[in-house]
């Protein structure tokens, strides 16, 4: 498929740049950017560039800037180096520059940088390696090398830690102390300004030279800085290395929670001596075993394809999410940009639940808990919102920082620039979905990992509670006698202000059922914990409302095509040709010809809100309903959701279009390594990672999980010979190997019989038991 | 004199730079700064550097960040533009550059930057010019050119309002409301987080193209930022031409006080319009006459000299001074730093009194009361400084911002990065002589204006509150019945915590024996005043101390060769060679070798307290006891303050060592725009521009105020043929020609006789006289 970056033929593990590009910074810092789930920092390099976004963000770390919703500040720097060879500053924009290549190997994140950089005459070789540790999570290692090739030469380079950064002009940090240790160790000390976050930089640098002759060391402090200057001569050909050790700790780690300012630097100092008696190549070892340990040996997915792209963009996808993830700690979740960039700052979305929480539940289910976990803790904040807005039980944040914070979506945007009045935004106030998503979410963890006990203990009550917000959601139309649900926005966000959205009634009424269900099922069986949230929740007076209620819940009829209505007005709206914007370089083209406004009155969709029902709830629709509906919906989506393409690729493969599936797939692939070199800039998408894996899964893969039951049914697009990959059912793991004609499953080592079905057969396997399924 | 600038011959009114340079970014950013006293802005160049220091100051509106001191908030930027021909970026470290030139033009304060630039063989016509406008404060211009002259050409200009700005990474500023006015007119609103300062940045663009074809336009907002992307198609050789116009208000400006934001706005805007309708060539015309009436047409300075370059570094001089000083508004004073850097803060200092008030006391006496009456606005500031430190009276702050700021000096500098632990900024505790300093300005002041009004208005008060701070200050040294200052710092900042600074020690007698006979004064001839000011003040209860106390302050005696101590235990202290400090090309050398605590055992002299005593109150002291001092005092000397050269180059010309007066002289205008290109990156040294004019009329043209006498003595350097400069003495204007043999000085207008002394002669001139002395 056609990338925006290099690679490498026969390893489907590298992203490479071959030529250095201003204009593709934001692209390459993104998209090759390293983390471990605690931190990340975007592939800046060493030296600065004008348009560089040179972000450093720690997972969770929530403040405020006056007046504004809260983010993830951005940290201070400890990547960027100033290097000077004989007076000239290291700038690729002067002088020339060859054998350039610049490499991620997703296998173990080592970012590499190389070059050959001539500059009147002499010519100097660099290289910049740089790691965030997976094995350690404050750690971020940089090597770097400088060799004179055509002269003798003197080389400065000034390093520090650069706590100048901000969130594009806007700072969250106050600057504590800047101090260096034993003439070494340096330390920078910050806060964040209302969330009160303290945060410890430690940085040192270890030379290598040739004859071990020692380095002139100067320090040099600015206002929020912290550098040395390092000065050494070398001859031609020798080589100076420096490593540059760097630990990142924070107050708001689980760990240091009650803990003092005093043992937090002291944390931070120690494991930096520590870490820097290590070579970088230990370290890096290191972190390449725990990347096999935390993430490839988790679902892994393995492809034989014509496009040998298929698989790196499997691999990228499962790196990003990998880096985005706090695993760490349940009381975070994953940005809809990961750690990779300023891009609604940090929230978290119903990209989890519908995008990303499918992978872990099936490849590691403990961080799937944990993503769970994190909606229950935010009850509280739940709570607020819909007693902000005048409901019951648990209205869930359209976007999520800290859990206790509730909603945070900015409530205004931009003024119009024309009439002069600020937006509002109303996704926060009226995107409701979004607490059927965290309920739907919950209870796929449930069902595919059998974790009854977790249940019990938080995915009942977090069910219970988001129906006790449906219900008291719920208007009553007396004509009719049913129940509506007006002025929302689902997800197809082209429509603000609708009534009776097809997704949302649907998911409410899916809301209530199931907490119907909880309800009685806990009653009869868990009669104690059911007494306990009866009196917390007020179950009593809940139960027979829903009871009345849920059968009234007005959903929309399919007209006499079988074409099921987004909202009760989509059907009647004009329709337009859209084809160009379906198919342009880069997304939001419609709104180059339509405002907001007239789109609204437009059969046009962004993502196509009935699809995605189609397939989250697949059982329970007709095939032929789900053809008619995308013969009806697709030619009228432009796709400009990076959640869209995904969802259509899996559905598009149901439906054994499988041409136009892998096309989707492709296409979803491409929305970050994709050859738009500006789609990134704000940081990846991190729902349409997951949802490439869910692509491969659940779409070429088959595997579904209806209701309770797993399901298989693979159809591979033609360009693959073969997929595997492994799941985990039930805490137990199956391996798939599928072609062209058949599928082989197999358990490994179950302890319990797997079941799941094909074509309506069930099959059961256990131990190290397997089956081939003809295609 | 070696310059840092060209400089064209014949005009001593051009800073010119030849070739552009990223390592002098700073050095022209701040010397080739435009502003008019009100607004400062940086000359950095419309497209971005990596390592510019992008400020807009608005005098006066000074903010605090979380727990730092109070500083002015670097504002949204609007001379950036982005530009972009045939899809390549700008930036003059990539293609080739030729013809580059940028130039100051001092008399007007047009800033113009031309060059061609090539790019993959093409070649394009670049001008830039760009002028604060002095007629009316608010008002900033650009005119931009385009010319492809070897094919033809797509030009895209991005330009608008910038709010990313930050203080090295501290932002001051809430972002407000972004709005577009009939499609054409932007406005930015912002606020200081603080002190709640409200600014609107408004700007428009104006192009000219060939045959008046349309440019495209299209809005881009983005955090804190509102753009424009302008595009047009160019045949070779033909020229866009852009004008950008740009107003910035703010609601601490006198005018707004007590206005509303919505009328803040509508200023702006309509300011905007209005100026939008004229041409850059009409407001650059309206400027210049601007210049003229309200700057160049006071106190000219013309010289006959062997270097050309001195007549250039006076007419700078006067440029930064002028662009530098708040003339509008009595409640600001002039920043140490002007409105050209970040340095200090915005902060004003003793620079003001004894460096640059001067100037404007014998050129612009109504801008000399102004900066006398902030310090009288500050007396609450100041009253409570010495009630913090256990004070009566006035102590007046170490750094000045608002008037009722009092102290702002930072009470703690960076960690001593060895011991981990913070410095104390102890200037703001016990650098004292600022009290002494402000009483003696305000007197010089009355003296040279004749001003008795404004004296019984606020100066005396003003220097009777500044005794009383002295008498409470004074520590009684029982044993030897006299009254001591211990723990002090004198302007030898080398020397921290001595005890009885000459300097110090004498200026507070000086302030307690004003203050004695301000009394006294007040008392026979202005009763009604002496009652009030004796209620409020207690003078009743002080005078008698003052009286007792007065003639037992110690100073101490010279030694045994006529040499001044300038402390306790100066002349006791080690001395070392340190010649290679006072000659090298940066300044600060001397902590190299020694730390500060070594340097405060050393006779080592950063700039001379006893010599400057000798200078201000020279009629106090015999020409020989200057001499055996200056001989004693300038070799110990690093000169390492800016405030130093000035004061010896007109100390030498008192003591007839011309040579080493023009040398001083030479070396004080070399302060900014002299070769070392690092020394301004923080912002011009206004003290020693102030100095520099110092030098010319109190030195070479042997003006002085002693007592309340004009005395003129000149004494021209070789180099010098002819001197020429005008003062205000009493409200008269005075001409002065000099040259090597004879001054003639002439009244002009004088409505009343108009007395001074040369030599011991009294001579007085009244209407149109004059007179000739023989040197």
């Known amino acids: 498929m056609q990338l925006g ?99 991620l190997d997703l296998k173990n994140g080592l970012l590499t940088r190389m070059f050959n950089w001539s500059y009147e005459q002499r010519t100097y070789r660099f290289t910049f390696e740089r790691f965030v ?64 976050i303290n945060f410890a930089l430690s940085t040192c640098h270890e030379f290598e030279t040739p004859d071990h002759r020692p380095v002139k060391q100067q320090m040099e402090l600015g206002r929020r800085q912290i550098f040395c200057k390092y000065q050494e001569s070398l001859k031609q050909d020798e080589t100076l290395q420096l490593v540059k050790y760097n630990t990142l700790v924070s107050d708001r780690d689980i760990d240091f929670n009650g803990h003092n300012l005093e043992e937090l630097q002291q944390f931070g100092l120690g494991l930096l001596k520590e870490s820097s008696k290590r070579s970088f190549d230990e370290l890096l070892a290191e972190t390449a075993t725990a990347w096999k340990r935390r993430v490839w040996n988790y679902g892994k997915v393995q492809l034989k394809s014509d496009d040998p792209d298929d698989q790196l963009a499997i691999n990228f996808a499962r790196y990003q999410l990998a880096i985005s993830t706090p695993e760490h700690d349940s009381r975070m979740n994953i940005a809809a940009k990961g750690l990779t960039g300023e891009g609604y700052k940090g929230h978290a979305f119903w990209d989890t639940e519908i995008f990303m929480l499918p992978y872990y539940i099936f490849t590691k289910p403990a961080v ?89 203990d938080k995915v009942d009550e977090l069910i219970l509670d988001a129906a006790k917000f449906w219900s008291s959601r719920l208007e009553f139309n007396e004509a009719a006698d049913r129940y509506e649900i007006k002025d929302v926005i689902g997800p197809d966000e082209y429509k603000e ?23 009685e099922d806990l009653k009869v069986n868990h009669p104690e914990k059911f007494n306990e949230l009866s009196e917390r929740l007020e179950l009593d007076r809940c139960y027979p409302v829903w009871q009345r209620r849920v059968d009234k819940i007005y959903l929309l009829e399919p007209n006499q095509d079988g074409v099921i209505p987004e909202n009760d007005t989509y059907l009647s709206l004009k329709t337009v040709d859209i084809s160009k914007y379906r198919h342009a370089e880069h997304v939001g083209g419609i709104f180059d010809d339509y405002n907001l406004e007239q789109v609204n009155q437009l059969q046009i969709t962004k993502q196509s809100d ?20 995308w013969d009806y919906y697709e030619p009228k989506t432009t796709h400009d959701s990076s ?120 099959y059961q396997l256990k131990g190290n038991e397997s089956v081939v399924i003809t295609l």
């Open 5 to 103: 970056f290099k690679t490498d033929p026969g390893n489907p593990w590298i992203l490479r740049e071959n030529a250095f590009n201003l204009k593709h910074l934001g692209k390459t810092e993104a998209n090759m950017c390293l983390g471990n789930g605690y931190v990340g920092i975007r592939a800046v390099t060493e030296e600065r560039y004008v348009n560089e976004t040179r972000d450093t963000f720690i997972a969770g770390t929530f403040d405020k800037f006056n007046g504004e919703v809260t983010e993830l500040p951005n940290l201070p720097d400890v990547v960027g180096l100033e290097v000077e060879v004989d007076g000239q500053t290291l700038d690729l924009n002067q002088g020339e520059v060859s054998n350039y290549q610049r490499t």
């Open 643 to 762: 959640l869209s393409l995904s969802t259509h690729a899996i559905l598009a493969s149901d439906l054994r279009m499988t041409d136009s599936a892998y096309s989707f797939f492709q296409r979803a692939c491409q929305i970050d390594i994709g050859p738009d070199m500006r789609s990134s800039n704000d940081g990846i998408h991190a729902a349409s990672l997951g949802g490439i894996w869910n692509a491969v899964v659940f779409g070429f893969g088959g595997v579904r999980l209806l209701g309770k039951q797993l399901r298989i049914e693979p159809h591979l697009p033609k360009a693959w010979q073969q997929l595997s990959f492994e799941i985990f059912w039930q805490g137990q793991k199956l391996h798939l190997n599928i072609d062209q004609k058949q599928v082989t499953v197999a358990t490994i080592d179950a302890q319990v019989p797997v079941s799941f079905t094909n074509q309506g057969h069930e």
């Open 610 to 629: 009935v699809l995605l029902l189609l397939y989250l709830f697949e059982q329970k629709f007709a095939t032929k309903e789900k053809q008619i509906n």
């Open 497 to 519: 202000h609708v009534n009776n959205n097809t997704f949302t009634n649907y998911t409410a009424k899916w809301t209530i059922e199931t907490a119907i269900q909880i309800y």
């Open 368 to 456: 799937a808990k944990q993503l769970v976990e994190y909606r229950y803790l935010g009850l509280a904040g739940a709570h607020q919102k819909a007693k902000d807005n005048h409901y019951e039980g648990a209205q869930f944040p359209w976007e999520a920082a800290w859990p206790s914070d509730g909603e945070t979506t900015p409530k205004w945007g931009a003024a119009d620039i024309v009439t002069g009045r600020a937006m509002k935004i109303w996704s926060g106030f009226i995107e409701q979905h979004i607490t059927s998503d965290v309920a739907f979410g919950a209870l796929e963890y449930v069902h595919a990992s059998g974790d009854q006990q977790f249940a019990l």
């Open 133 to 196: 540790s997976m094995a350690n999570l404050h750690l971020v290692v940089l090597r770097v090398t400088v060799t004179p090739t055509t002269a003798d030469c003197v080389v400065k380079i000034k390093s520090g830690i650069d706590g100048q950064q901000t969130n594009n002009g806007s700072q969250h940090l106050i600057e504590g102390d800047k101090r260096l240790f034993d003439n070494h160790y340096m330390q920078l000390l910050t806060e964040t300004n209302e969330s009160k």
